[in-house]
């Protein structure tokens, strides 16, 4: 016998199926929408905004992040590297994202003095140490030497590389290095110029040695 079409569950089709869900999402992006909106007037118009009205962060863990010379109290997903950290967490954007995979040498950053792949490190793993990311470098008005090397010998061209172009050269100075240019060449080769400005780039850097 055929079921009662009246009292029988009805069987949904693939279009009530993606209506339904479709409508569910839209809710929940327009309300994540409206919460992120509210806190951004909240915080434009000085009133305090407790952590509730935040979306919290599953698993977060407290970490202390000196960078630049100063402390960065944080609650951060254990997973984040320091790359996503310095950009994301502390607006900190100097830093680029470029391979992510540690090829291209964009987000070169120092930690305790020596050069590193942020986005190949655990921010995590860095609690406490001394961080110094290019804008803690110089200042427009005060130039670190290799900043001012890299603008005199044109060392750049579309400049998304050039800060970890100029970390990298900066931390070169303090390791073994031949005085020649395949020296420099040799360990400058983790980082990356797409535009191909690499003879301006030794340039810069053997100038800075010669009058270091």
Do not use: W
């Not at 020649?180 to 690499?198: F, H, Q, T």
Request: aromatic content about 2%; proline content about 5%; glycine content about 10%.
């Amino acid at each position: 016998m055929a079921d009662d079409p009246v009292t029988s569950p009805s069987i949904p089709t693939r279009r009530s199926f993606l209506k339904a869900t479709s409508g569910s999402a839209a809710v929940a992006v327009l309300g994540q929408t409206v919460m992120a909106h509210a806190v951004e007037v909240a915080e434009l118009s000085g009133a305090a905004v407790e952590p509730a009205d935040r979306f919290e962060i599953a698993g977060a863990v407290p970490i202390t992040l000196r960078i630049n010379g100063e402390a960065h109290a944080l609650r951060i997903d254990p997973r984040t590297t320091l790359l996503d950290c310095l950009r994301e967490t502390v607006a900190l954007t100097g830093t680029k994202k470029g391979c992510d995979h540690g090829q291209c040498g964009a987000c070169t950053v120092h930690v305790n003095g020596r050069r590193v792949n942020s986005c190949l490190s655990l921010a995590l793993l860095h609690d406490g140490r001394e961080i110094t990311t290019i804008e803690g470098l110089g200042t427009p008005d005060a130039l670190h030497p290799m900043q001012a090397a890299f603008v005199s010998c044109d060392g750049y061209q579309c400049g998304y590389c050039t800060s970890g172009q100029i970390m990298s050269a900066v931390a070169l100075l303090k390791e073994p290095c031949g005085p020649d240019d395949a020296s420099v060449k040799e360990l400058m080769s983790g980082n990356i110029c797409r535009c191909g400005a690499y003879a301006n780039i030794v340039s810069a850097v053997q100038q800075v040695r010669k009058n270091g």
